[in-house]
T-cell receptor, first 116, second 113 residues
Framework: ETGVTQTPRHLVMGMTNKKSLKCEQH?????MYWYKQSAKKPLELMFV???????ENNSVPSRFSPECPNSSHLFLHLHTLQPEDSALYLC???????????????FGPGTRLLVL | AQSVAQPEDQVNVAEGNPLTVKCTYS??????LFWYVQYPNRGLQFLLK??????LVKGSYGFEAEFNKSQTSFHLKKPSALVSDSALYFC???????????FGQGTELSVKP
């Protein structure tokens, strides 16, 4: 898991707070992803970045705001979240977004978020 | 539409016995299929993938998976289960547009001594 790191590992925030999740990949990849994992639900893809450009926004509410300053770093800025946003947020990276080759995605350990 | 189904929420196996975790898929075109494992409080770890070629794919920790095109299945197998294999297992299919991985809902594997 040292290939993709995420901080913080745990976060508790109130609905009026603003916080950010950070992801860093040390694999030399060009694509990065945010996923949401809720209990009893499949992983939900939130955002995809390829070469720093956002290529996918999977109908995510605007209270989640991604930022990708370079191919190694990905942030998820959070503001005015709701209790139902409590989940494990996973970051992943891959060489690129596939082009038909089925690129393997490598995941970080996740940030466990609790919104009160 | 691309989709993945894992028909079993939980699989229980005795240590030393063979294990199978089932996965079926629906995809247009050639499927690219993956298995990941998630241990408690951890991210997903890549186990193996099928892109093309031999239908039997070998992966990490002694796991293998068999691609069956006629049955649209990609079941994960291991000849002899270990207690340490207990974890949550996810099957996924690669969606060519935008590099999406579409995941199944996961199967909880429990291996008892």
């Amino acid at each position: 898991e040292t290939g993709v790191t995420q901080t913080p590992r745990h976060l508790v925030m109130g609905m009026t707070n603003k916080k950010s999740l950070k992801c860093e990949q040390h694999l030399g990849h060009n694509a990065m992803y945010w996923y949401k994992q809720s209990a009893k639900k499949p992983l939900e893809l939130m955002f995809v970045y390829n070469f720093k450009e956002q290529t996918e926004n999977n109908s995510v509410p605007s209270r989640f705001s991604p930022e990708c300053p370079n191919s190694s770093h990905l942030f998820l800025h959070l503001h005015t979240l709701q209790p139902e946003d409590s989940a494990l947020y996973l970051c992943a990276s891959s060489q690129d977004t596939g082009g038909g080759a089925g690129e393997t995605q490598y995941f970080g350990p996740g940030t466990r978020l609790l919104v009160l | 539409a691309q989709s993945v189904a894992q028909p079993e929420d939980q699989v229980n196996v005795a240590e030393g016995n063979p294990l199978t975790v089932k996965c079926t898929y629906s995809v247009s075109g050639n499927p690219y299929l993956f298995w990941y494992v998630q241990y408690p409080n951890r991210g997903l770890q890549f186990l193996l993938k099928y892109i093309t070629g031999d239908n039997l794919v070998k992966g990490s920790y002694g796991f293998e998976a068999e691609f069956n095109k006629s049955q649209t299945s990609f079941h994960l197998k291991k000849p002899s289960a270990l207690v340490s294999d207990s974890a949550l297992y996810f099957c996924a299919v690669f969606y060519n547009q935008g590099g999406k991985l579409i995941f199944g809902q996961g199967t909880e594997l429990s291996v008892k001594p």
